[in-house]
C-alpha cells in the first residue's frame, strides 16, 4: 500500500537521529515541541514507511514527555535493505518525522538518550528497550545491542550491588535473594543482562520482608544456572525505578533447597508457595524439576491452613486432599455455613490446574464441627467430592484452595499433602467418610473414580515376590494348596500339624504367600521350625508390600506347579484326616465341574458355610450369603452335595485350566472381600458348575486376618468392594437367583426360609 502524506505548510518535519541498535535493527529518535499542532496530532499510532511502503513488523513506537516541555519520540524498526533510502515516520497520514540517509548511526549516548527525563521517563524507555528485545530472538542474541542495554544500566549504576546464592533447586535452578530499596515499589519486570544477550528472567521474583528490619525490599528469585554467572546483571523493574544486581560465582557448598527449607522452619509460606509454583511451571518441560515438586511437597510442605474460629460466622477445612495420577482431585473436608456466604470453593493444583467448584453434593454430619460451633440438631457440614481433570507432569502431593465468598473476600484454605505412598492415600479416601453414608451415587461418583486409580498404581509398584523354599520340591504334586498370609499366623502351628499327620497330604504342594512383609523374618524362623520338625517340604512368597488377597493367590499360583489348586485361608483347619482327595474327588466326579467347596464350621461347630448365593438388601444392592449359616452342623439340608451358585475363598479348589482361563482372582477389589464371588462367576461364564462337597468338612476361624487392616475395617472398603462386585455382575447374579436351585439338587430351602436363616453378610 502506498501512503500518501498531506503536508500543510504551518507542520515542520522533525529531524530523526539514528542510534546505533545491532546490524538488523535502528533505533530513531526524535523531539518535537509538545505546544506543536503537529505534535499534538501525533499522539496516537506512528507508522515507519520506506519509499511510500509501511515497513514491515516488528517495529514499536514509544513518546514520552520531556523536562521542558516537548516530546520525545523512540522507534525500533528492522534496517532497510536499502541504506540510502530515507525514513518517514507518518502519523494520521502526515509526515511527522524524517531520518534522512546522510544522517548514518551516531554511537549511543545514554546522557543524549534519557537526558532531560524524569525517573518514571527514563524507566519507561529501558522498559521499551528490554520488551522488545525480550520478545525478537534476532535482537535479544545481538552482543551489539545487549552492550548498549548494559552502558544504559551501568550509567545510572555503576557499581551494582551483589546477588546472594542461597540454595540448589531442581531443573538446575539456583535460589538467590536480593534486596531494594523501601522506595523502590513493586517490581515489575526482571530482565537478565550477559554480555552478548538479553533475556527475561525465567520467573518473577518472590517480594518479603527485610529481615534486616532496615526497611528495605527483600526478593528471592529463582534463576538457571547458566544464567547466574559473573559478569551478567539483573535488571529489576519498579514502579519508581530501575535496580542492577551482578550475579555472583556459584558457592562451591550450596545446601539443596529442601534442606534450606528444612533448616528454616520460619520460612514464609509465600515463599514456599512461590518456590513450589515455579518448579512446577518449569516441570512442564522438565522432568528434574518436576520430580522437585514431588520432594518439595513430601519434605517440606506448606504449613496447613484453615479457617476453624467459633466467633465466625463462616468456617472451612480441607482436611484431605488426594490427586490421583490420571488428573483427578479427592477432597474432603467440611463447610460451616449456616448464613450462605460463600460462593464457590477454588482449587489450584502445583503445575497450573484450577478447579472450581459452586457446590457440594454429598454432604454428611460432622459431630467434631457441630461441637465446635455449638450447632444445634443435624449439622451436615461434612463433604466429599471428586474433580476430574488432565494428568500433570508429575506427581502432585499438595494443592492450595480458596473459599470465596460472595461479598468478595476469599478464606485461603491448605490441605495436608497427602499420603506419599498409593496404598496409605487410598485407605485415606476409604476413611474420609463413615460406611454408612456411602450411597451407590457416592461409590459411583465420588469415591471408585479417586480409589481405582490409586489402587492400580499401588499394584504397579510390586516387584518379584522372594521365594524361600523348604525341603525339596515335588516336580508334580497333585494339589497346589495356596495360603496367603496377612498378620495372623496363630493358626499355622494347628493348620501344619494337621497336614504333617495327614498321609493323604504328601502328594500336596504347600506355598505360602506372605502379604505383610515386615513378619518376613518371624515367619522365615517359624516355617523353618515347622519343617525341622515334621520335614514337610514347603514355599514361601514374601510379597514387597500388602497388595491384597487376590494378588497373593495370584503370586502363588504363578509359582504352584500342580494342576490342581488348592486356595485355602490361613484360618481353615480340617476336621479330619483324608479330607483333600475327597474334596479331589468331587472335584473330578462328572466333566464340566469348575469348582467345588466344603463344609466349613464355627469353632462351636454350626454352619459357617454350605455353599454360596447372591441377595439384594433392602436397597436394593447385591451382597454374598452363605447357606444356613449358623445352623447345626448335621442340619438335614447342608449334608447334601449339590450345586451351588458359589463357593467361598476360604477352601476353594480348582483347576488351573479353569484359574486361568477366568483370569485369576481380579484384583480390582481391595484388601480382600467379594474376590471370590467374582472367580466364581467368571468359572460359570465358561459354562463350567460350582459343587458344594458337604462330605469334607473343615473349620474356620473366620475373617480373622482381613480384621486387623486398619484399612478395611475403618473406612468404605467392604461397601467399594461390594459396590464394584454388584456393578460388574448384577445381571448375572439376577439371572443365577432366578434358577430354582431346590429343583436342581432336592435340597433348596425355600427363598423365603433361606432369607431368613441366612441374614448374614459374608466375604
Known amino acids: 500500500m502506498t501512503v500518501i502524506a498531506v503536508l500543510p505548510n504551518s507542520v515542520s518535519i522533525a529531524p530523526a537521529q539514528c542510534l546505533a541498535l545491532g546490524p538488523r535493527f535502528l533505533l530513531v529518535s526524535w523531539t518535537m515541541d509538545g505546544k506543536a499542532d503537529g505534535a499534538a496530532n501525533a499522539v496516537g499510532p506512528i507508522t515507519p514507511s520506506v519509499d511510500g511502503e509501511p515497513v514491515r513488523p516488528p517495529f514499536t513506537t514509544l513518546t514520552i514527555d520531556t523536562g521542558w516541555g516537548g516530546r520525545r519520540v523512540l522507534s525500533i524498526l528492522p534496517a532497510p535493505r536499502d541504506p540510502r533510502m530515507p525514513i518517514h515516520f507518518i502519523a494520521r497520514n502526515r509526515v511527522i518525522a524524517e531520518l534522512r540517509a546522510e544522517s548514518g548511526a551516531a554511537d549511543l549516548d545514554p546522557a543524549g538518550l534519557l537526558g532531560s527525563l524524569d525517573g518514571a521517563a527514563r524507566l519507561r524507555v529501558l522498559r521499551f528497550l528490554f520488551d522488545f528485545a525480550c520478545s525478537t530472538p534476532a535482537l535479544r542474541r545481538d552482543a551489539a545491542f545487549a552492550g548498549l542495554c548494559r552502558r544504559l544500566v551501568l550509567d545510572r549504576a555503576a557499581e551494582p550491588a551483589m546477588l546472594a546464592v542461597r540454595a540448589t533447586a531442581g531443573g538446575d535452578l539456583l535460589l538467590c535473594a536480593g534486596a531494594l530499596s523501601g522506595r523502590f515499589g513493586a517490581i515489575s519486570g526482571l530482565v537478565v543482562l550477559s554480555p552478548s544477550a538479553v533475556a527475561r528472567a525465567p520467573f518473577d521474583a518472590c517480594i518479603g520482608p527485610d529481615p534486616a528490619g532496615k526497611g528495605r525490599i527483600a526478593f528471592d528469585l529463582l534463576i538457571d544456572r547458566g544464567l547466574c554467572v559473573p559478569g551478567n546483571l539483573l535488571v529489576v523493574l519498579g514502579a519508581n525505578g530501575v535496580a542492577c544486581r551482578r550475579f555472583p560465582a556459584e558457592p562451591a557448598s550450596l545446601p539443596t533447597l529442601t534442606d534450606r527449607l528444612n533448616a528454616r522452619p520460619d520460612t514464609p509460606a509465600a515463599l514456599r508457595h512461590y518456590l513450589l ?8 518441560s522438565d522432568a528434574s524439576a518436576a520430580s522437585a515438586v514431588s520432594e518439595l511437597q513430601a519434605l517440606a510442605p506448606l504449613p496447613r491452613r484453615q479457617a476453624a474460629d467459633a466467633k465466625r460466622p463462616i468456617g472451612a477445612s480441607l482436611d484431605l486432599a488426594v490427586p490421583t495420577a490420571d488428573g483427578g482431585l479427592f477432597l474432603a473436608g467440611w463447610l460451616h455455613d449456616p448464613h450462605g456466604l460463600a460462593a464457590e470453593l477454588v482449587v489450584r493444583t502445583p503445575f497450573g490446574g484450577e478447579r472450581r467448584v459452586e457446590s457440594l453434593a454429598h454432604r454428611f454430619p460432622r459431630e467434631d464441627v457441630a461441637k465446635l460451633y455449638g450447632a444445634s440438631g443435624i449439622d451436615r457440614s461434612g463433604f466429599v467430592l471428586h474433580l476430574p481433570g488432565n494428568p500433570g507432569p508429575a506427581e502432585a502431593l499438595q494443592v492450595t484452595a480458596e473459599l470465596r465468598l460472595a461479598s468478595g473476600g476469599a478464606l485461603r484454605l491448605v490441605p495436608p499433602p497427602r499420603p506419599r505412598a498409593h496404598a496409605d492415600a487410598r485407605a485415606a479416601v476409604l476413611g474420609s467418610l463413615p460406611p454408612r453414608f456411602a450411597t451407590p451415587e457416592l461409590l459411583e461418583t465420588v469415591i471408585g473414580p479417586a480409589v481405582a486409580p490409586l489402587h492400580a498404581a499401588h499394584l504397579a509398584t510390586r516387584g518379584e515376590p522372594e521365594l524361600v523354599v523348604y525341603g525339596e520340591r515335588k516336580a508334580k504334586p497333585a494339589v497346589s494348596v495356596i495360603i496367603p498370609l496377612y498378620r495372623t499366623l496363630e493358626f499355622l502351628r494347628f493348620q501344619i500339624a494337621c497336614f ?36 514337610l517340604p514347603m514355599l514361601l512368597l514374601v510379597q514387597s508390600a500388602n497388595y491384597g488377597y487376590s494378588a497373593a493367590n495370584n503370586a502363588g499360583v504363578a509359582v504352584a506347579r500342580a494342576n490342581r489348586l488348592l486356595l485355602l485361608n490361613s484360618d481353615v483347619v480340617p476336621d479330619r484326616a483324608g479330607w483333600l482327595p475327597q474334596l479331589v474327588a468331587a472335584l473330578e466326579e462328572r466333566p464340566g465341574i469348575g469348582a467345588v467347596g466344603p463344609k466349613l464350621l464355627f469353632d462351636d461347630d454350626s454352619l459357617q458355610h454350605a455353599g454360596l448365593y447372591f441377595d439384594r438388601d433392602l436397597q436394593g444392592a447385591w451382597y454374598n450369603h452363605h447357606y444356613f449359616k449358623g445352623l447345626p452342623r448335621d442340619f438335614a439340608a447342608a ?27 481380579c484384583e480390582d477389589y481391595i484388601i480382600g472381600d467379594f474376590e471370590d464371588s467374582d472367580l466364581c462367576l467368571r468359572i460359570r461364564d465358561q459354562g463350567l458348575d460350582i459343587r458344594y462337597a458337604p462330605s469334607v468338612e473343615l473349620y474356620h476361624l473366620e475373617r480373622r486376618s482381613i480384621g486387623r487392616h486398619q484399612g478395611y475395617t475403618r473406612g468404605v472398603a467392604s461397601e467399594y468392594n461390594r459396590w464394584l462386585h454388584g456393578r460388574r455382575w448384577a445381571d448375572r447374579m439376577a439371572g443365577l437367583m432366578a434358577r430354582d436351585w431346590c429343583a436342581d439338587d432336592e435340597a433348596q430351602p425355600s427363598r423365603s426360609s433361606r432369607t431368613r436363616k441366612t441374614a448374614q453378610v459374608t466375604r
Open 500 to 535: 504333617a499327620t495327614d498321609p493323604t497330604m504328601a502328594d500336596a504342594e504347600l506355598v505360602f504367600v506372605l502379604d505383610s512383609p515386615e513378619q518376613r523374618d518371624e515367619l522365615v524362623h517359624l516355617l523353618r521350625g515347622f519343617h525341622g520338625l515334621y520335614g
Open 277 to 284: 509454583s515455579c518448579l512446577a511451571q518449569r516441570g512442564r
Open 639 to 665: 449334608c447334601r452335595p449339590r450345586s451351588v451358585p458359589g463357593v467361598t475363598g476360604a477352601c476353594l479348589l480348582t483347576t488351573r485350566a479353569a484359574y486361568s482361563a477366568a483370569g485369576g482372582f
